[in-house]
């Protein structure tokens, strides 16, 4: 099956005009040329290789779109799944979160290992490559032997070590985490005492000190990591915030430092050779929410080489065109933040990047006003396929996802 008269980005630069092949499900051949036969001619649009997501924190959401609604797992799956896709997004590591305390029950323990479960069970049938990315508390020792079970009955792809104690990591300014709590808390309708309407100044400073004595369960960590390894998963730090809590972490061994604060953790991570991962939606408004390093900035400097949705799954797409068009990186090299780099990094070296050999995983940009992907192909078979591409034909593969 030949696709034509598109714009290719390529891991070296952009074809203006080209052709590439797919076969079995694979990317066969391509061409700096345009062919007259093809199954499907698109000119206007740009083929770029499928979306890599590390770190998505959607699933939890829609599973839980407001307090005390829960929707049926599979269900939030489901309608998850088509909403990626429609980004842009065929590889997605949906992150899920053990408690940081005892009262959260939308995360506990047996919380977690449904949703993983799910995720693994659905799989086969899903409409993007779904995995699971484990986010393990360190003040949480009791999930760590439930994170172990899971890894040994390879439930889970990627482990991220986290710290969200505040007075330090994402939360060092506790005036501001404790704005930030109570802001949230009025958001999600959750009420303490105070007038009844708002949280308690007083009660979520209390809370802030109980959480700062949560002991921190290292020897859980290190159990955790010790298994990821023997399994073949890969571990990730989450919102670094000192090369000296960089050096640590890497000696458990990080593929990745995801979301670091501050620019001397970024490069020193880098200086160890360790990918940084960025939030998307930081990148593409060019500042952290909370006040902490510009994932635009730490681009510029070439501190990071990953982006993920984090919580806004079509930030991957427009962040990359945005640096594009701030002129901090060229188009190939900015969709290889949010494709190629996370591939290899995750060990996923079958997609990632439109080559030979790699899975044909597609996806079809209108780059007219702000990008807009009008198809998307897993496995060179259509799983999301709009009003535009159907003019222009209709793929009929013989090859099935899965």
Same mark, same amino acid.
């Given at each position: 099956?030949?696709?034509? +008269? ?21 990317? %066969? ?27 998505? +924190? ?15 797992? +599979? ?27 005892? +009262?959260?029950?939308? #995360?506990?323990?047996?919380?977690? #290992? ?20 484990? @986010? ?68 979520? =400073? ?18 955790? %990591? ?16 000192? &090369? ?18 501050? #620019? ?5 991570? #880098? ?5 940084? !991962? ?29 982006? %993920?949705?984090?919580?806004?799954? !079509?930030?991957?797409?427009? !962040? %990359? ?12 090299? !900015? ?15 079958? =997609? ?10 597609? &996806? ?7 990008? @807009? ?7 060179? &078979?259509?799983?999301?396929?709009? @009003? ?15």
């Amino acid at each position: 099956m030949w696709i034509s +008269d598109v714009r290719l980005v390529l891991p070296d630069g952009v074809v203006k005009c080209g052709a590439l092949r797919i076969e079995d499900g694979y990317i %066969a051949e391509i061409r700096t040329a345009p062919i007259t036969d093809a199954t499907l001619h698109a000119p206007g649009l740009t083929v770029l290789p499928g979306l890599v997501d590390m770190h998505g +924190d959607m699933l939890e959401r829609e599973i839980t779109p407001r307090p005390k609604a829960n929707l049926p797992i +599979d269900l939030a799956l489901h309608e998850l799944d088509k909403r990626l896709v429609a980004t842009g997004i065929t590889t997605a590591y949906a992150a899920v979160s053990f408690a940081w305390h005892k +009262d959260d029950s939308n #995360r506990s323990e047996e919380k977690a #290992r449904r949703i993983m479960e799910t995720v693994n069970a659905l799989r086969p049938e899903l409409l993007a490559d779904h995995l699971v990315h484990a @986010r393990f508390e360190i003040t949480n020792p009791e999930a760590g032997g439930v994170l172990e079970d899971l890894l040994h009955r390879s439930q889970v792809h990627l482990v991220s070590i986290m710290d969200h104690t505040p007075g330090q990591g994402q939360y060092r300014d506790i005036e501001a985490y404790i704005k930030f709590v109570i802001e949230w808390r009025k958001q999600t309708g959750q009420v303490l005492s105070g007038d009844g309407n708002e949280s308690s100044e007083a009660e979520v =400073r209390a809370s802030v000190i109980k959480a700062q004595e949560r002991p921190k369960a290292w020897e859980a960590v290190y159990s955790v %990591a010790a298994v990821a390894q023997a399994h073949g998963v890969p571990l990730a730090s989450h919102d670094d915030d000192t &090369v000296e809590k960089v050096a640590l972490l890497a000696d458990l061994g990080i593929v990745f430092s995801e979301f670091p604060v501050t #620019r001397e953790a970024a490069a020193e991570a #880098r200086r160890r050779g360790i990918h940084v !991962a960025m939030g998307a939606p930081n990148a593409l408004q060019g500042r952290s929410l909370s006040g902490n390093l510009s994932a635009a900035d730490a681009v510029a400097e070439g501190l990071v080489d990953t982006l %993920a949705t984090d919580y806004y799954p !079509a930030a991957m797409l427009h !962040a %990359a065109y945005t640096l594009v068009a701030r002129g901090i990186l060229p188009l190939h090299e !900015a969709i290889k933040l949010v494709s190629q780099h996370p591939a290899d990094a995750l060990g996923l070296d079958d =997609r990632g990047q439109l080559a030979v050999g790699r899975l044909a995983d597609l &996806v079809f940009v209108d780059e007219r006003a702000l990008p @807009r992907v009008h198809g998307v192909l897993r496995h060179g &078979v259509p799983v999301y396929w709009d @009003r535009f591409m159907a003019q222009l034909g209709v793929l009929n593969p013989s090859v099935r996802v899965g």
